[in-house]
T-cell receptor
Framework: NAGVMQNPRHLVRRRGQEARLRCSPM?????VYWYRQLPEEGLKFMVYLQKENIIDESGMPKERFSAEFPKEGPSILRIQQVVRGDSAAYFCASSPDKNQPQHFGDGTRLSIL | QQQVKQSPQSLIVQKGGISIINCAYENTAFDYFPWYQQFPGKGPALLIAIRPDVSEKKEGRFTISFNKSAKQFSLHIMDSQPGDSATYFC???????????FGGGTRVLVKP
């Protein structure tokens, strides 16, 4: 039973480029969450999605960041025109419903040159 | 009102000793309090979780104590082992599947 799969594991971008991070939830899980972790800090919530719907995006920066979870395929976190401050580990978690625990993937480490 | 404060930032314990990590929260609407363990290069893994209707929950060597009136909860790792060396995060949310508010983490080192 595969866990939450994130790819790529490492992503390097130059300032101004776009970064696309993918997350495939655990089988049977329709709820996806994205978190960001800066070095030596805790995880910060970004966005909560259920198939085709954004449930809570209160942690998403207002500009350059977007997320989707289409009916088919993985959830995508998209960062446009990346800046150095976007360098972080981005974690995805999934759960089968809103009352079940969240299980995390191993993250994507984004480095901005 | 959304903060979760965690202490200490780091902890060194001898093999066989007890590791104690404390967290305090502000939002009284929180009703789910999980602890996660994270190894370098890996994602957080759920260790144990508690809800405010119980004051203590034990799973193996891991115990959560919860004090609702003080808005505090703690993780005790009994008989600590070198393999327990990791970063531990407390978190809180309004439901298990709702957004988690994390503490800043505690780096635990267990010396053999």
């Amino acid at each position: 039973n595969a866990g939450v799969m994130q790819n790529p594991r490492h992503l390097v971008r130059r300032r101004g480029q776009e970064a696309r991070l993918r997350c495939s939830p655990m089988k049977g899980h329709s709820h996806v969450y994205w978190y960001r972790q800066l070095p030596e800090e805790g995880l910060k919530f970004m966005v909560y999605l259920q198939k085709e719907n954004i449930i809570d995006e209160s942690g998403m920066p207002k500009e350059r960041f977007s997320a989707e979870f289409p009916k088919e395929g993985p959830s995508i976190l998209r960062i446009q025109q990346v800046v150095r401050g976007d360098s972080a580990a981005y974690f995805c978690a999934s759960s089968p419903d809103k009352n079940q625990p969240q299980h995390f993937g191993d993250g994507t480490r984004l480095s901005i040159l | 009102q959304q903060q979760v404060k965690q202490s200490p930032q780091s902890l060194i314990v001898q093999k066989g000793g007890i590791s104690i990590i404390n967290c305090a929260y502000e939002n009284t609407a929180f009703d789910y309090f999980p602890w996660y363990q994270q190894f370098p290069g890996k994602g957080p893994a759920l260790l144990i979780a508690i809800r405010p209707d119980v004051s203590e929950k034990k799973e193996g060597r891991f115990t959560i104590s919860f004090n609702k009136s003080a808005k505090q909860f703690s993780l005790h790792i009994m008989d600590s082992q070198p393999g327990d060396s990791a970063t531990y995060f407390c978190a809180a949310s309004k439901a298990a599947g709702n957004k988690l508010t994390f503490g800043g983490g505690t780096r635990v080192l267990v010396k053999p």
